[in-house]
């Protein structure tokens, strides 16, 4: 007797201790600091499809018993790198973590809830009032939703009534917002602060300039919008918020993305007629509703579901720089919410009579006959304190505005890339049909005395005895009653240089580049010839 005792009493000290289930509090504060898609170009970003990423830190508190527990960290983003979590401040540090993928909807209940008992929520055949059946589901939503009750097996719905489910809170232990659990050990009951950091993808962020030009058109006030992105289903209230500009080296292995549930297949004989239209099936949680977001669109427990909005907030404070090694950093003035599936813009530069040039050009390679082509307008200036800017202006779009009947007009939209201190900036208005460019290829090599050698420049020696290539010869007319200012910009092939032209040529960003003023309403012709290093 005392043998058998003693062997039980071993069995139950043995048998493992199921660990506590604990969640932790809300984020008592948050910091979120968003980098930009690596891949995406200057231009603007979409909602849909945001491939930059966010380092997320939340404060929470948590209150474990001695042992082991596992403790939940509800509303974490959708796109959470679990490998990337840090908790700081359990008493005995993180034992495992996991990222629970399974989350509330129509199909999840459904297929976790096979073999447990629910309730059939129906109209009464006979009186019409509501009836619930106590049952257990037999097959989950893909295969067609069978349930057992005391009276039989049935599939749903197919009495033709109106029928629905109705789930205990704890029969499948569904989380309505994303969850990392970590598993963590603790020598006594403790109540502590913790910090949860982690990398997460479906963030972006872009600036957006608006240039406004002066009525005399040599100067322009520019200002800037931060634009702050989440496509995540979980927002982010009142926290800390910086982006980052300049293109990190960052590597993430898949994230299996959110379950936002498959279609209930309701299977049954056919009933009524063919042009009766399908009730849809409503699911009921025996607990207060909560709206929760899901593979966009909003959900609410026993709502079919809507489609999601998209909203733009302004905040109009401006953002304050800050270097971050290479990098630079942008640190919004005051807390601001990054809500779920929005984006938000935070005033970042207000620049004023920033003097500018206006530029017209064209970019021609040479040994091509080219039809006549319109002149493209540049507007020209540098990044510095002399032109009243100086400082990192990140990629974006830029509209550009000038006066005209009242009212500021449009007049150019371009993309802008990343512009360091001290550096020129160009951007591109448009064309100007008043100046139109044609090249002719001569097809002919001959010397010509009104062509002049290229001042020789160091490393190009060979050009004195170069096999020249065929002639070309630009025209370029003005039909404007102004002067212009204009930029003819060659494309060599590789091994060419410039050897000859009736101008006087410099070169620009390592291209040669004939810099002319255009009388009102006349034609400036260039001819030029190029030349290739002979082989040896």
């Known amino acids: 007797m005392r043998t058998g005792l003693a062997l039980l009493l071993a069995l139950a000290i043995a048998a493992p201790v199921r660990a506590a289930d604990i969640a932790a509090s809300p984020p008592r504060d948050l910091s979120v600091t968003v980098y930009r898609s690596p891949y995406r170009g200057a231009g603007g970003i979409d909602l849909r499809f945001l491939n930059g990423f966010a380092l997320v830190s939340e404060t929470r508190v948590v209150t474990l018993p001695a042992g082991e527990s596992r403790l939940r960290f509800e509303g974490v983003a959708d796109g959470i790198d679990p490998a990337s979590a840090i908790v700081v401040g359990l008493p005995s540090g993180v034992i495992e973590k996991n990222r629970d993928a399974h989350l509330l909807s129509p199909s999840a209940l459904i297929a976790l809830a096979v073999g447990h008992p629910v309730e059939l929520v129906r109209t009464h055949p006979k009186g019409g009032g509501t009836e619930r059946v106590a049952g257990r589901i037999l097959s989950d939503a893909e295969g067609g939703v069978v349930f057992e009750t005391s009276a039989g097996i049935e599939a749903l719905r197919c009495s033709g009534l109106s029928e629905s489910f109705s789930f205990a809170s704890d029969t499948t232990g569904l989380s309505a917002t994303p969850t990392l659990s970590v598993l963590t050990r603790s020598p006594k009951p403790v109540t502590a602060t913790v910090t949860l950091s982690y990398l997460a993808r479906g963030f972006d962020w872009s600036a957006d300039y608006v240039a406004t030009l002066s009525k005399d058109r040599n100067t322009l006030d520019l200002g800037a919008w931060l634009t702050l992105a989440n496509s995540n289903g979980t927002g982010f209230p009142e926290a800390r918020t910086q982006v980052v500009a300049g293109r990190l080296n960052h590597r993430t292995g898949q994230v299996e ?55 733009e907030v302004i905040v109009t404070a401006s953002a304050k720089l800050e270097q971050l090694g290479d990098l630079k950093l942008y640190r919004t003035p005051s807390r601001t919410t990054i809500a779920s599936r929005q984006s938000k813009q935070v005033r970042l530069l207000d620049k004023f009579a920033v003097p500018v040039e206006r530029i017209y050009g064209a970019d021609l390679p040479s040994q091509l006959d080219r039809p006549a082509q319109a002149a493209s307008v540049l507007l020209r200036t540098r990044n510095d304190a002399a032109h009243h800017l100086g400082l990192p202006l990140p990629s974006g779009r830029i509209a550009i505005f000038q006066p005209g009947g009242g009212r500021p007009l449009l007049v150019g939209e371009t993309n802008t890339r990343d512009l360091a201190e001290d550096e020129e900036v160009e951007w591109r208005l448009g064309e100007s049909p008043d100046l139109q460019i044609v090249q002719t290829h001569e097809h002919r090599t001959i010397d010509r005395t009104d062509l002049q050698p290229i001042p020789i420049i160091p490393g190009l020696l060979w050009a004195i005895s170069a096999r020249l290539d065929d002639e070309n010869r630009v025209e370029i007319s003005n039909a404007s009653s102004q002067p212009r200012t204009f930029e003819l910009r060659l494309s060599l092939p590789a091994g060419s240089s410039l050897v000859r032209a009736d101008h006087e040529a410099g070169v620009k960003d390592g291209r040669p580049i004939f810099r002319l003023v255009l009388p009102p309403q006349s034609t400036t012709i260039v001819r030029y010839q190029t030349g290739r290093r002979p082989v040896s």
């Open 257 to 311: 993305p959110i379950d936002a549930g498959t279609a209930i297949l309701a299977k049954c004989w056919p009933r009524g007629s063919t042009s009766d239209t399908p009730e849809p099936v409503r699911l009921e949680m025996r607990r207060a509703s909560a709206n929760f977001l899901m593979g966009g669109y909003a959900f609410a427990a026993g709502a079919a579901p809507a489609p999601m909005s998209v909203r």
